[in-house]
């Protein structure tokens, strides 16, 4: 506890600012899920997405149609080169389809040449686990895997298998392009990592491992 009147008025006003109720007219609560849609890498449900924003669901329903008519050039602006989409219950934002080889380009030219030690830890997780969620890589790295799932993505190593319809989770999987990089014909001629592993290691199990 601190005796500092300004330092505790501060701290009250921060209190009472946070838990003030934000203004949920049509303009400002689709400016509040733009900020969270851009960070999104997994769909989120409406109620998900209205606890984010401090918004009730109809006016979070009415602000994801007026941002889905903004950004497919409906409402007199140009289209622009992503859509809000809804896929397996949730809503996130995509490139279009017509521009994904620039965006592949694009990311291909800024990654090495040669995979990181992250991105080869991660790559690896996939390959023992799949179909396996990035919470699941994250939970088993112990660290965020966001960019380095983007850029294996990009790479063609992993792809995205399935949704889950309830949870909105991508499931991912590795690519035969990564077979080629290796040099194999299946997955099961993958090394088997039992022996290298302690036990219980990174929440691997006996029932995934080769």
Request: proline share 6%; hydrophobic share 45%.
């Amino acid at each position: 506890m601190t005796d500092d009147p300004t330092a505790l008025a501060g701290a009250v006003s921060a209190t009472e600012a946070a838990a003030a109720p934000r203004p949920n007219d049509a303009a400002s609560v689709a400016r509040r899920l733009e900020a969270i849609l851009l960070i999104l890498d997994e769909p989120q449900s409406l109620v998900s997405l209205a606890a984010a924003v401090g918004a009730p669901v109809p006016a979070v329903r009415q602000a994801i149609e007026g941002l889905v008519a903004d950004y497919d050039g409906e409402t007199g602006g140009p289209r622009r080169g992503f859509e809000l989409r809804e896929v397996g219950g949730g809503w996130r934002l995509y490139v279009r389809e017509e521009y994904d080889d620039v965006v592949g380009e694009f990311v291909n030219t800024q990654a090495p040449s040669r995979l990181s030690q992250a991105a080869l830890e991660t790559l690896a997780v996939i390959a023992y686990k799949q179909p396996v969620t990035r919470g699941q890589v994250a939970s088993i790295r112990a660290v965020n895997v966001d960019s380095v799932v983007r850029t294996l993505l990009a790479r063609g190593l992993i792809t995205e298998v399935f949704t889950d319809p309830d949870t909105g989770a991508i499931h991912y999987g590795t690519t035969d392009q990564l077979l080629i990089n290796l040099g194999i014909n299946s997955l099961d001629e993958l090394p088997h990592i039992s022996p290298l592993l302690d036990d219980g290691a990174d929440g691997f199990d006996g029932e995934v491992l080769r």
